[in-house]
């Protein structure tokens, strides 16, 4: 098993994730075949042989839809990276996600698994892109919940004001990104970390937040490969949350270049 293992959180396989694919895959099938059927009935009387072509286009389009799901799921359950990813990932924020979280809600499943499902699959399609940014090309955004709430420094917007006292994760966080010369952001909010990306354009995004906010931020962000962390919420969400810094380093090892291999 290789070292990035598929992790929806327990270390386990996405199983709520893909069954969600398989079942979006036999929908598709029901409803291609009552799309096929009904017009066929009026198509043969304009001629014979529409309603075979007919069959024929839309049995292409379903063929292609399927092998796409198929390989989403070989993608999930190998940890490798199979061909297409790049597209893979666009095709699955863009349309499949969406149709994925409806449907699997509509079945009773859990939102935050499902995000954390798609999270995970997202990053395993960002670490098979296996890039390799310099430093000054890569950036990690915060939420603004890591801070201890009772701090009055204000690190929105510059967090070097941080005194690194240790009685949150942002010290250690800002520690460590300026030894890699990475920038570091704390954003309150979508549209913050929005403006965050558009001033610095970087090429490569670490970004720590929960489910619904990586969510969201992914497919903002996208084509722009975001890599998800979770935060912990021991004391509740939006509370004195917790990064696990060793994710992070493992993240930053793995994608971006120290300054001395730049120089
Ligand atoms: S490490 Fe200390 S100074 Fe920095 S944000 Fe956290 S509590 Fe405030």
Redesign the pocket.
């Known amino acids: 098993m290789s070292e990035w293992t598929f992790d929806d959180r327990q270390g386990r396989p996405p199983w709520l994730f893909l069954s969600v694919l398989g079942l979006i895959g036999l929908l598709l099938v029901a409803l291609s075949w009552l799309v096929w059927w009904v017009p066929c009935v009026g198509l043969s009387h304009i001629h014979p042989l529409l309603p075979r072509w007919f069959g024929v286009l839309l049995g292409i389009f379903v063929l292609a839809v399927l092998l796409a799901l198929g390989q989403l799921g070989l993608t999930l359950l190998s940890s490798r990276d199979l061909f297409f990813s790049v597209r893979l990932r666009g095709l699955t924020i863009r349309y499949l996600l969406p149709a994925i979280i409806a449907i699997g809600r509509l079945l009773g499943a859990d939102r935050d698994a499902l995000q954390r499902s798609f999270i995970a699959l997202n990053n395993q399609l960002v670490r098979g892109r296996k890039l390799r940014v310099p430093a000054s090309q890569a950036i990690i955004l915060l939420p603004h919940c890591v ?2 709430h009772e ?1 009055a ?1 204000k ?1 929105t917007g510059d967090i070097d004001k ?7 994760g ?2 250690a966080l800002a520690e460590l990104a300026q030894s890699r010369g990475v920038t570091i952001a704390v954003a309150t909010g979508g549209t913050l970390a929005r403006k965050i990306l558009l001033e610095k354009r970087p090429r490569f995004v670490l970004a720590v937040a929960c489910e619904r906010d990586l969510t969201a931020g992914i497919r903002d962000a996208y084509p722009l490969p975001v890599y998800g962390v979770f935060n912990r919420r021991p004391q509740g969400p939006c509370y004195n949350t917790e990064i696990d810094l060793a994710e992070v380093k493992k993240v930053l090892d793995a994608h971006v270049l120290s300054d001395s291999a730049n120089s």
């Open positions: 801070q201890l701090c420094i690190v941080c005194l690194r006292c240790g009685k949150c942002i010290g």
